[in-house]
């Protein structure tokens, strides 16, 4: 079956915690070349996407856009830098009896300081890759749906194309032969029609007639 090099697919996972919806669209090139656009939460996954797409789609320009919506605690850890904070905390003491200010320092106004609290991700690549891939394979198989209709479209107008220039072709041999026959039917009626006449001449003689009129060979 013929395959367009261009498509376009969307495919959606969805808990009742998380979200993921992906877009596929291609369009000609030479290479393969898959560009991929996804949260950095979920980089970790993209040579595993790029892997899965490869595995069933061969060339084009491949333009992939992941959302991701993370309504949980999943895959987030939030972690204290205590000695940070302390830093934090005994310089401003310092700074208010120095220079005898009112000391408000407050634990929300330390946790808003920098590298206080930091949020990281946890490992939790087998839980998000086998959500994801169930988004990812439904936009692949719409995605070749696509080109499968478009490439059927192309072989269609090929084919047309293809009867046109045979039928072209096709009467341009049965004019050609026409008028070869023409020729040779041509020709022959002049063979004849010379033949007869030298005949009926020598038929003349014979009997001794003489023919009123000279006629000159073809």
């Known amino acids: 079956m013929i395959r ?3 498509g376009f697919g969307r495919g959606s996972f969805a ?3 998380r979200e993921y919806v992906i877009e596929i669209k291609a369009v000609n090139h030479k290479y393969t070349d898959v560009n991929i656009r996804m949260p950095y939460v979920l980089s970790f996954l993209e040579e595993k996407i790029k892997k899965h797409i490869l595995e069933k789609v061969a060339r084009g320009k491949i333009d992939v856009n992941i959302i991701f919506t993370n309504n949980s605690n999943l ?3 939030v972690t204290l830098n205590q000695d940070m904070a302390k830093a934090y905390i005994t310089e401003l003491k310092k700074m208010a009896e120095e220079n005898n200010i009112i ?3 407050s634990i929300m106004k330390i946790s808003r300081l920098p590298d206080v609290l930091n949020v ?3 490992d939790n690549t087998e839980l998000f890759w086998n959500e994801l891939v169930i988004a990812l394979d439904e936009a692949l198989d719409n995605f ?3 080109k499968e209709k478009e490439g059927a479209k192309l072989a ?3 084919e047309i194309r293809l009867e046109k220039i ?3 072709i096709s009467s341009k041999i049965k004019g050609q032969n026409k008028r070869n026959a023409t020729n040779r039917y041509s020709g022959r009626s002049k063979n004849c029609t010379r033949s007869s006449f030298i005949c009926r001449q020598n038929i003349n003689r014979r009997r001794g007639y003489k023919t009123k009129k000279s006629y000159s060979t073809i």
Do not use: L
């Open 144 to 146: 070749i749906t696509t």
């Open 166 to 168: 045979f039928q072209n």
């Open 156 to 158: 269609e107008d090929m």
């Open 15 to 17: 808990n009742h915690e």
């Open 75 to 77: 895959g987030k850890k």
């Open 103 to 105: 000391d408000d320092i």
């Open 120 to 122: 990281v991700q946890d």
């Open 4 to 6: 367009s090099m261009t």
